[in-house]
């Protein structure tokens, strides 16, 4: 792998932490049985959402950087798809999460939009990646 992809694993590899720690956050909320989780089903479903793609979407982002240097791809283009196919596991849990930030939120706000914006990043990404490795 070059430099910059596994400079890029190197923090993809780090917000592990992030989602573990979500993760446990989830676990807590259920364990503790904290209002506005438990009895909020919108909430609930979107968090649990953002987590699973936090950590499905991690899992991608890492496998992509072994591929990204396979390319014909010259290094301002690798480094685009780096940065798309990486956005996707901030972005779209983001969305998940900070779309009912509050307990009593009941439907998405407008930050619903960032998971748009990761999917979109993460197929810009993947198409680009999978053209490049033909």
Excluded: C, E, Q
Aim: charged share 10%.
């Amino acid at each position: 792998m070059s430099p910059a992809s596994l400079t890029t694993a190197g923090v993809v590899l780090i917000t592990v932490t992030a989602v573990a720690i979500g993760g446990a956050s989830l676990l807590s909320f259920i364990g503790r049985r904290t209002p506005g989780y438990l009895d909020n089903p919108v909430r609930r479903g979107l968090w649990r959402a953002g987590h699973a793609h936090a950590g499905v979407l991690v899992i991608l982002a890492l496998v992509a950087m072994v591929y990204v240097d396979h390319t014909g791809y010259g290094d301002g283009l690798k480094t685009l798809v780096r940065w798309l196919i990486v956005a996707a596991p901030i972005l779209m849990p983001l969305g998940f999460f900070l779309s009912v930030v509050r307990p009593s939120d009941t439907k998405p706000n407008k930050l619903i939009w960032l998971t748009g914006l990761g999917g979109a990043s993460l197929a810009a990404g993947t198409l680009i990646l999978g053209f490049g490795l033909l």
